[in-house]
């Protein structure tokens, strides 16, 4: 990724070390330009930096899907809540401004597209199939087990499938996205490699 967007990357809210977005950005280089590429979960799109600057390398194009209300743990009182996200007119979250400024900025608006709306909803209106699926939504059982089961049909043979945040050791942190790894390696996605918490796998043919 060029210097200017690792910079950008550098002062962008969200949740994912350099290390594991330069991860991020690979995949999405590997990623077959055929067909396009989704994240569960934009935020302030930091992440979106990552997998988009790929797609303006490729030829390729993101979809980041985010309803922009934020997961439970983004709520207030929670630990990874953020003031400055909550809309004063409604007092409810609100990340869709942040995302769109880092996307704006980051040069990338021809190759980074907003869906914004409930994924498991969005997901059961969607049909075109995907090279790379990105899952860092709700990290609940319910919500990441549901984001796995409504795309990863959409993903094409050999297609990548990325998952945020699994902790194999409860002691590092919640068990859902890793119970959503081993789903997918019992479902026959072979294991491709690992950066910090961000795990991936092919899927089968
Ligand atoms: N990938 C981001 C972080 C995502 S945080 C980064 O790199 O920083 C998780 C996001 O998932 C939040 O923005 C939240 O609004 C979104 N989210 C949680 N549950 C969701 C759901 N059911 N549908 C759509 N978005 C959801
Ligand atoms: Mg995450």
Redesign the pocket.
């Known amino acids: 990724m060029n210097g200017r967007l690792m910079e950008l990357a550098g002062r962008?809210?969200?949740?994912?070390p350099a290390e594991e977005?330069l991860a991020l950005h690979q995949l999405g280089l590997e990623a077959s330009p055929s067909h396009p590429m989704l994240?569960?979960?934009?935020?302030?799109?930091?992440?979106?930096?990552?997998l988009g600057s790929a797609a303006q390398e490729t030829g390729s194009v993101l979809f980041?899907?985010?309803?922009?209300?934020?997961?439970?743990?983004?709520q207030a009182g929670w630990e990874?809540h953020d003031p400055e996200l909550v809309d004063a007119r409604t007092g409810r979250?609100d990340?869709l401004p942040f995302?769109r400024r880092t996307i704006e900025l980051g040069g990338l608006e021809a190759h980074v597209f907003a869906v914004v709306?409930?994924?498991?909803?969005?997901a059961a209106a969607w049909a075109t199939p995907l090279s790379l699926l990105?899952i860092?939504?709700?990290?609940g059982e319910e919500?990441a087990m549901?984001?796995y089961e409504g795309w990863s049909p959409r993903l094409v043979p050999g297609a990548f499938l990325a998952i945020?945040d699994v902790f194999p050791d409860p002691v590092d942190g919640g068990q859902a996205p890793f119970h959503v790894f081993t789903r997918a390696r019992a479902d026959g996605f072979v294991e491709g490699g690992a950066a910090g918490s961000l795990r991936w796998l092919r899927a089968p043919s």
Not at 64 to 74: A, K
Not at 136 to 139: C, I, N, Q
């Open positions: 962008t809210r969200g949740f994912m977005g994240e569960v979960g934009g935020y302030c799109g930091l992440s979106a930096l990552y980041s899907v985010d309803h922009h209300r934020g997961s439970e743990e983004n990874h979250m990340s995302f709306g409930a994924s498991v909803e969005v990105f860092d939504g709700g990290h919500p549901a984001d945020h």
